[in-house]
């Protein structure tokens, strides 16, 4: 149950929907995000919504079944949408692009991928300036001060920044020169960074877990949320299977699922997931008719020379071709009234 209160609720009132839903056998979690104020009640009966609705104080009452509650479909008719501004906007109806190199590397190189972004007419760049390497000897990213560099030439094209951060220490160095945090596979059940990330005001994309279930990804959302923070996005990006022909299995079955299940924006990884570049763009595509809002690829001017993830990421030429056709097969998704 998620009872959500009206703004000028008074602690009085406040006290005496809780007594009456603790009385009804719930727990009840107060979450008071940077919009709202609501009431969580986790209980094994059902509620009649008679019982409580009625009680001053009180905006709206959801009967939500799902063990995870604030990300759920059931409460929210309408999916969310995130509003980066500049008429940039991400879910609901929306398909969002976003892409750029695993690792920024050099001002050459933000350079060159700015320019490719704009003559796309892509608004969001990815970059990794922490990156999370299997190798303690790979490259690990140029930290804050690549952060800076990109941040300075974005700024002035008019782009925005999504990049990963790997641990609380890192969010409030990034938050200027980010626009969405990125929480990274490896750290999709990393609860101090979620609770963290909750109060930041900033969106926030959580990619699935290696190994997640997409309830997990789920109840991850769950924690940034009701930690304060309502604007998130959920990422497929592949799962580890017992298959190894491919760096990853994408999971093209959690994309409509979590949008059934959840009113966020689902975006997905085609680049992680198969890790084999000249398969990414058919495995972008199928996602896109599966249903995401939202597709986040590597793209480099060089990907042979590229630090990282070269093997997966595309040259501008491939992926000039690739945005045509994602914009194309989105219009035809639309086309079927998907
Ligand atoms: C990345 O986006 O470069 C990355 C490391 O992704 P993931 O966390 O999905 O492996
Ligand atoms: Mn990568």
């Given at each position: 149950m998620i009872i959500q209160l009206k703004e000028d609720v008074t602690s009085k009132e406040k006290e005496q929907i809780i007594s009456k839903a603790e009385a009804l056998s719930f727990h009840i979690t107060e979450v008071k995000t940077q919009e709202h104020i609501y009431l969580v009640g986790v209980g094994k009966g059902d509620i009649d919504p008679r019982s409580l609705g009625h009680?001053?104080?009180?905006?709206d009452l959801h009967r939500v079944s799902d063990d995870y509650k604030l990300v759920s479909r059931k409460w929210r008719i309408n999916p969310t949408q995130i509003d980066l501004g500049n008429q940039i906007k991400i879910g609901e109806g929306e398909f969002t692009i976003m892409s750029g190199p695993c690792s920024i590397e050099s001002e050459e190189q933000i350079v060159a991928i700015i320019d490719h972004l704009k003559q796309n007419n892509i608004k969001i760049m990815r970059g990794g300036v922490f990156k999370p390497r299997s190798s303690p000897y790979s490259f690990r990213g140029n930290g804050i001060d690549g952060l800076k560099t990109w941040y300075k030439y974005a700024k002035e094209a008019g782009i925005k920044i999504i990049s990963e951060v790997m641990q609380v220490s890192q969010i409030e160095p990034m938050y200027d020169y980010v626009d969405i945090y990125q929480v990274g596979a490896r750290n999709t059940q990393n609860f101090n960074l979620l609770d963290e990330l909750g109060k930041v005001d900033k969106p926030v994309l959580i990619k699935r877990g290696i190994s997640g279930t997409v309830d997990e990804l789920l109840y991850s959302a769950e924690y940034v949320f009701s930690a304060g923070n309502e604007r998130l996005m959920l990422c497929e990006r592949g799962i580890r299977t017992y298959e190894r022909s491919s760096r990853n299995t994408l999971d093209i079955n959690a994309i409509p699922i979590l949008k059934e299940k959840s009113h966020l924006p689902v975006i997905a990884d085609p680049s992680h997931a198969i890790g084999i570049r000249r398969h990414v763009p058919s495995v972008a595509l199928a996602c896109v008719i599966a249903g995401a809002d939202g597709i986040i690829y590597e793209s480099h001017y060089s990907p042979e020379e590229a630090l990282s993830d070269g093997q997966q990421t595309l040259n501008f030429k491939e992926s000039n071709q690739l945005i045509n056709q994602m914009r194309a097969t989105f219009d035809l998704r639309k086309s079927f009234g998907n």
């Open positions: 009680m001053k104080g009180i905006q």
